[in-house]
């Protein structure tokens, strides 16, 4: 039973090459979503659709970090690079591992806030979900 919240002050991500992805404000883990597969006919029942599972997507992963300059090169450098392990940390211990690409990269300059750089990750294969007392627990 979950009697409060939990902040996501203290939550890291990091790449198994990349390292630790530094000044992150927000990321956001997709909802995992599964192909829908229409498999109706001319005969199906009272008309109505029929539809099955497909193949099951982890979609992309998407960060928001304040612009840092030492940062961008690396970024650049990983952009389009293989797919590689990453780890997001929470504050209470858990882990989301998953595997996956940098897709894109883009800059946000407002004229009066601080510069963001946004990350999107795709996301490959199964993606893990381990609480903070678990020893393995795939989603």
Not at 16 to 31: D, E, K, N, Y
Request: proline share 4%.
């Amino acid at each position: 039973m979950i009697e409060e919240g939990i902040s996501g002050y203290g939550t890291t991500i990091s790449g198994a090459t990349f390292g630790v992805v530094g000044f992150v404000r927000r990321l956001s883990i997709p909802g995992l979503d599964v192909t829908v597969i229409d498999a109706s006919h001319m005969a199906s029942p009272d008309k109505w659709k029929q539809k099955v599972a497909g193949m099951k997507d982890a979609r992309q992963m998407q960060l928001e970090v304040i612009y840092e300059e030492s940062q961008m090169g690396d970024l650049l450098d990983a952009l389009g690079d293989d797919n590689e392990d990453w780890t997001v940390t929470f504050p209470d211990g858990a882990t989301f591992t998953c595997s996956g690409f940098i897709q894109s990269l883009g800059q946000q300059v407002p004229m009066d806030d601080m510069i963001m750089q946004s990350i999107n990750i795709e996301l490959s294969g199964k993606p893990t979900f381990l609480d903070s007392g678990e020893s393995s627990n795939p989603l």
